[in-house]
């Protein structure tokens, strides 16, 4: 039986060093996992480099890690492990979906996994947050620092006068660990206080209070008669309660939702820099935080945070520690009576003015007249919103106004509390002045505020004015901000702030305008994926605070200026020469609405392979259309961002632009066949409809040029058509000739073919003869080889028989000679003395005895020779 032969297979190689033998990282290239932990326990920050050799990624961070490693291997073990080799307990034990992995361990804590950036100083920012989770704060002015931070600030007060820690710090130091396991960017900070002084100054009075810092909102304080004091607790309660003005934006490179799932939020400001972790200072990136904290704070006060310019003065009441709801009370008096939700309206139009809109704030006011027990900060809902919009339109006589210099408020009782009532200013805006962007002065330099009463009376609150007014008017606050502040909560275009490192992810912003060419790696830009548009910051203005302010504003703003960027293919380069015109983004509104030509407009794309099929037809009606009155063009929609109105979803789709009816775009039928004929009749149709107005002698006069024209262009097309008539009569002729020449050179290959033929069955009967021939030949052969064969084996027989009668007659003459020896000496024998007759007979018997065997035997081998023969 035999069995089945098993599958050869090569072995792996052998894993090698990955790193160099000189390199601070320890190498374990063959997966020795159990090793690594061993490792592990003697090292109090340990950083594990999970990769494969043969990763492209892995070998690019590599460099990064040595790089990172020679700063502060004296501080952190760095391990690398081969989890490729499939003997390695590494590659049994861990499951990675893709390389490298980075994981961190702070003594028995970890892993915490780092997923940003595989760069040198990303990874060390990210190692050193892990080395020094907590900032230790013993002064007011560490304090300050701490808390002007544009990224959350969580803060513990502990009182170090127990040994060896006082009750709750490892459990406060351990949620720090947490939060940088959660959130790899380690946007909140934490930090501990050990002051009681400093302490006092954000009201911790008890030795583990944990705080909250937040910029805008009110800040908090850990509840821990509501929650167990846990490390899981304290970092869920700051993740889901810190305050996310601006966000960093890092994506991974690999495939991903993250852009798209922030763009869905709403319209959002994507602001590129660059940016260096390792950096002591961030000029740019303070100043961007300055103006996002700005736009976001809609209570236009730090009244429910402490003054970050008076930290030490303690007299104030709102921080004074005996007060246990101090921040609450001044937070809900402040916006109470001060800061309202506001919305934005324009009026319907009732005059003849069409250039003159009123422009209405409707404000949300809740002011107490029986203070009940709690009262919390009002929210704009939207209930609330279409209350005030209805008692606002049942009172609009009283606000219209054809111009009006003045800005008029009037109050108007809730419908569902008798403690709230609403606010609705209005004032009138010129539609020519909203185009303010380049003039730094207001509209209304004096703006006179009138109150009429329509609801309760005795309110006499002031009103935010919109965005429009470039200065906000509110006597009574003294506000020294800039007027971005609250802008967020003052608009129906509430932005998302944004950033991305520009060192790394520029070629976002190549695709969203900027220019390739720039040293300054500065850019900014709106995307509003709801309107589909998006706008960028013109590169040739520094990215500085009042840029970004204007910015902001232009897009907030009811009739934003802004122009929306469109796309366009800059490799795109065409000659005047051709008959059809490509149309680009920038090319579009110049080519087809300027023009005082009639276009026809194709819409195609590259890939689209029928659109491809049409190129001829159209460069054929080029040509016969009149290039003074016609324009055909075309526009690739893959390549040019072209605005939502002139889209479409269907290709190719052909678009006819009457002249001097640009508007009344008309959209070739898809029943018909795209035809020259047909295209043809569709553009005459279209182009020659008659104008309700009377024809005067001039528009006879231009009637009868454009006739003449059409007619001497037909008349020239027509003399093109007869000469490429003649020419093709000559083609023709020449073709005939070829032809005829060519069934001569057929006739004469036939004659060949049967000439060959024949001679091809010549051969094949000579073949045929000769292997005949060949095949008796052959068994002609085979008999006289059997009849040698025969011959052999007869004559090897004769020498077998020879060489045995050679062998009988030797033995036969042996024999004989020695039986003449016998009888010589029986002679001599005769001859002794008579003395010795009894010896001699003895001597006789025996000789006669060796003689009688002597016989037996010759007779013995005679015989068997005759057997033999």
């Not at 620092?145 to 803060?155: K, M, Q, R, T």
């Not at 003399?719 to 000559?730: G, V």
């Amino acid at each position: 039986s035999c069995s089945r032969a098993k599958d050869v297979t090569m072995p792996a190689k052998l894993p090698v060093n990955f790193f160099s033998t000189r390199s601070p990282v320890i190498d374990l290239f063959r997966g020795q996992l159990d090793y690594a932990d061993h490792l592990r326990q003697d090292s109090e920050i340990v950083l594990y480099f999970f990769y494969a050799p043969w990763c492209g990624q892995s070998i690019a961070a590599r460099e990064e890690i040595e790089h990172v490693a020679s700063r502060l291997s004296d501080q952190v073990l760095f391990v690398a492990v081969n989890c490729w080799w499939n003997q390695g307990k590494c590659r049994k034990q861990k499951h990675f979906f893709y390389f490298p992995v980075i994981h961190l361990y702070h003594r028995s804590f970890g892993p915490i996994e780092y997923k940003g950036p595989m760069s040198a100083v990303y990874i060390e920012k990210f190692v050193r947050r892990v080395m020094t989770p907590l900032l230790y704060i013993s002064s007011r002015s560490k304090l300050l620092d701490f808390l002007s931070n544009y990224e959350p600030g969580v803060l513990g007060y502990f009182e170090f006068n127990a040994s060896p820690q006082p009750p709750g710090y490892l459990t406060f130091f351990t949620s720090a660990l947490h939060s940088l396991k959660k959130d790899y960017l380690g946007t909140i900070r934490f930090g501990v206080i050990t002051d009681k002084r400093v302490a006092e100054e954000i009201s911790l009075v008890h030795s583990g209070s944990v705080y909250l810092h937040r910029h805008v909102n009110t800040s908090l304080i850990y509840p821990n008669d509501i929650m167990n004091y846990t490390a899981e607790n304290i970092c869920k309660w700051a993740l889901e309660n810190r305050e996310m003005l601006i966000r960093w934006l890092r994506p991974h490179g690999g495939k991903s939702l993250l852009l798209n799932n922030e763009l869905k939020k709403g319209p959002a400001l994507l602001i590129f820099i660059p940016y260096n972790p390792l950096a002591e200072i961030h000029p740019l990136l303070d100043e961007i935080t300055k103006v996002a904290l700005e736009y976001h704070n809609c209570n236009k006060s730090q009244a429910a945070e402490p003054d970050l310019q008076h930290l030490g003065d303690t007299d104030s009441p709102a921080f004074d520690s005996s007060v246990p709801d101090a921040h609450m009370k001044v937070s809900e008096t402040f916006s109470l009576t001060k800061y309202p939700c506001c919305n934005t309206v324009v009026l319907p139009q009732w005059h003849s003015i069409s250039r003159t809109h009123n422009v209405c704030e409707l404000c949300i006011n809740q002011t107490l007249g029986v203070k009940p027990n709690k009262v919390h900060v009002p929210h704009c809902n939207f209930l609330e919103i279409e209350a005030a919009l209805d008692s606002f339109y049942l009172q609009e006589r009283t606000f219209f106004q054809v111009i009006s210099n003045t800005i008029e408020c009037s109050n108007f009782l809730s419908f569902y509390s008798p403690f709230s009532y609403y606010t609705a200013c209005c004032r009138t805006v010129n539609r020519h002045f909203l185009s303010f962007i380049s003039s730094e002065k207001t509209i209304f330099q004096t703006p006179k505020v009138a109150f009429s009463s329509h609801g309760k009376k005795g309110n006499t609150q002031h009103s935010i004015p919109h965005i429009e007014d470039r200065n906000c008017f509110i006597p009574d606050l003294h506000i020294t901000g800039t007027n971005i502040t609250g802008l967020s909560c003052r608009t129906n275009k509430t932005l998302n702030l944004y950033l991305l490192d520009s060192n790394l992810f520029w070629i976002y912003a190549e695709r969203l305008g900027a220019s390739r060419s720039t040293h300054l790696k500065e850019f900014a830009a709106i995307v509003d994926l709801k309107e589909e548009v998006h706008y960028v910051l013109d590169q040739n203005r520094s990215l500085v605070g009042s840029t970004l302010e204007n910015f902001i504003k232009n897009f907030s703003i009811l009739y934003s200026p802004l122009k929306r960027h469109l796309v366009d293919d800059p490799s795109v380069h065409f000659h005047e020469q051709r008959v059809i015109t490509e149309v680009t983004t920038n090319t579009f509104h110049d080519t087809v609405f300027l023009s005082e030509k009639n276009v026809l407009l194709l819409y195609y794309a590259q890939w689209c392979g029928f659109c491809a099929s049409l190129n001829h037809i159209f460069i054929q009606l080029a040509r016969l259309l009149p290039p003074d009155n016609f324009t055909v063009a075309r526009i690739d929609t893959t390549r040019n961002d072209l605005p939502w109105e002139f889209m479409t979803d269907r290709l190719p789709t052909i678009l006819f632009f009457p002249h001097q009816r640009k508007e009344q775009s008309v959209k070739f039928p898809e029943d018909f066949s795209v035809n020259l004929p047909n295209l043809l009749k569709f553009i005459l149709h279209h182009s020659s409809l008659s104008s309700s107005e009377p024809c005067t002698k001039e528009c006879l006069h231009k009637e009868t040029v454009l006739q003449q024209g059409h007619i001497s262009h037909l008349e020239r097309e027509i003399q093109k058509l007869r000469s490429e008539i003649s020419a093709l009569h000559q083609a023709h002729g020449q073709l005939e000739a070829q032809l005829s020449e060519a069934r001569r050179e057929e006739h004469k290959l036939q004659q060949q073919k049967h000439a060959l033929e024949k001679q091809h069955k010549t051969l094949q009967l000579h073949s045929e003869r000769l292997q005949a021939t060949h095949d008796q030949k052959n068994q002609e052969l085979l008999e006289m080889a059997e009849k040698l064969q025969e011959l052999a084996d007869a004559s090897e027989n004769l020498l077998k028989e020879n060489t045995l009668l050679r062998i009988l007659v030797a033995s036969r003459e042996g024999r004989l000679q020695s039986k003449d020896e016998i009888k010589e000496s029986v002679q001599s024998e005769q001859t002794v003395s008579e003395d010795n007759d009894v010896s001699v007979s003895t001597a006789t018997a025996t000789l006669e005895e060796k003689r009688i065997d002597n016989i037996d035997t010759i007779q013995t081998e005679h015989s068997s020779g005759n057997r033999t023969e």
